[in-house]
């Protein structure tokens, strides 16, 4: 090889080396996505998920496939796109149950703050508590005069979810009793309510419309400050006289922390496009909950203050994991 053709080689490297990562980016995406989701399919997670996927894929003009990896409170889908190569190939639709209340419970081998770039807020979804259709508890009047008994339990996502931590403030606020089932998602605990081996469960209203529409739910009352838009009939827990037991959930869209800003700003756009489609606001209202509609500065703000926030909430309730 001549030397005039080995300096531009080596000019050529020397330029693609000095070249700002935002240039580099400018191709994104490049390659198929996936999205992981940290529970079961079927529940409200994977629900958003599979929406978003099917709308990016689209636009991006790329194959976007969901993986589901549940357990751990949603933190094995975390980790893993918190290990995964910084190229905003690998997202994370998480919950607060993941990125909020697990790192206070479990010995994580990632740090949620830092390991993970906040994208956007999704959605919100307040939780319902509900009971089976055939459940002699017609209403929380009668679910709390039951609870001294000790007997009752009530199934949640995992341990540590939204579901769990709704169920634990629940007890507090009534000083009632129940046994805490943890499941691998929601729709692995919907067989057992149904049936009635377990009485009870706090859960997304994302999760658990399917559910109440079939007629295999009753619900008995929304954990949030007003009514969900589509249970209109059914009460709050303030409005029923308990309070301090309101825990809604979150769905945030995140990647992996070190990717590139210029493929973060356009997963950011990308979203907040999306968000905006009527039949994805459609849906997501279906769901019970409401449309994601913060900045991504506004978003990473709440990511850390609903660390801190539930993290005080565990410490105060004295929550532990199971065998801990």
Do not use: C
Not at 80 to 100: E, F, I, P
Not at 136 to 159: C, E, F, N, R
Not at 227 to 238: G, K, Q, S
Request: aromatic share 4%; hydrophobic share 45%.
């Amino acid at each position: 090889m001549t030397s005039r053709r080995l300096a531009l080689l080596g000019l050529a490297a020397a330029t693609l080396a000095a070249m700002p990562l935002a240039t580099l980016a400018q191709g994104y995406p490049d390659k198929p996505l996936r999205i992981m989701v940290g529970a079961s399919p079927g529940g409200g997670t994977d629900i958003l998920a599979r929406l978003l996927a099917e709308k990016f894929a689209a636009d991006f003009k790329q194959s976007v496939v969901v993986e589901n990896r549940p357990g751990a409170s949603n933190t094995i889908a975390a980790e893993v796109t918190a290990r995964a190569a910084a190229d905003g190939t690998t997202l994370l639709l998480a919950t607060n149950t993941g990125q909020a209340i697990a790192p206070h419970l479990l010995k994580l081998k990632f740090d949620p703050l830092k390991d993970l770039q906040p994208v956007g807020l999704v959605a919100v979804m307040p939780n319902v508590l509900v009971v089976p259709a055939t459940s002699p508890y017609k209403t929380v009047k009668d679910l709390v005069g039951a609870m001294g008994s000790g007997d009752l339990k009530y199934a949640s996502s995992g341990i540590g979810s939204t579901q769990h931590i709704a169920g634990e403030a629940f007890a507090l606020a009534t000083n009632g009793k129940a046994t805490h089932v943890p499941y691998k998602g929601s729709s692995q605990a919907h067989v057992d309510v149904i049936s009635g081996e377990v009485t009870m469960m706090f859960d997304s209203t994302s999760s658990a419309m399917g559910q109440i529409r079939a007629g295999k739910f009753r619900p008995l009352a929304v954990t949030a400050e007003r009514r969900a838009a589509e249970l209109p009939d059914v009460p709050t827990l303030a409005e029923q006289g308990i309070r301090n037991a309101d825990v809604q959930t979150w769905y945030g869209l995140y990647v992996t922390a070190g990717t590139p800003k210029a493929s973060v700003d356009k997963l950011v756009a990308e979203l907040g496009r999306v968000l905006k489609l009527p039949d994805v606001q459609a849906r997501i209202k279906g769901l019970g909950g409401e449309v994601g509609t913060i900045s991504l500065e506004q978003f990473s703000e709440m990511n850390r203050s609903e660390f801190d926030r539930y993290g005080k909430l565990v410490r105060d309730a004295n929550i532990k994991a199971e065998g801990s």
